[in-house]
């Protein structure tokens, strides 16, 4: 029932339909070699980030009406493209490559 998704020469990994990401405004991953990995639309514009906090690495968390990645532990903010809106954290959320084909949201790890 967990069978991995058939891997991609292109390196990227599907983490749902872009109806899924439409209708809930975000996507998590499954698949281990994204666990981090969180894919919002912010803006017209998708992103993917690693929502591991770049301040102490708590879990930050997506605020749809904010429309930023919130880190509970300290109150950092990041802005949906992963630069800070708000420390203590200084630098960005890692982002990584996302596209959307055949109506898959793909990500590449
Ligand atoms: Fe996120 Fe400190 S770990 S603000």
Known sequence: ???PPPAREDGFISLGSVEEL???GLLKSQDAALASVLVVKANDQIQALDTTCTHQGCTAEWDSAEKVLACPCHGSKFN???TVAN???EAPLKTFEVKTEDNLVLVKP
Request: charge should be negative; aromatic fraction near 0%.
């Open 1 to 3: 029932s967990d069978a």
């Open 22 to 24: 439409e209708s809930s």
């Open 80 to 82: 949906p493209d992963g």
């Open 87 to 89: 420390g203590p954290a």
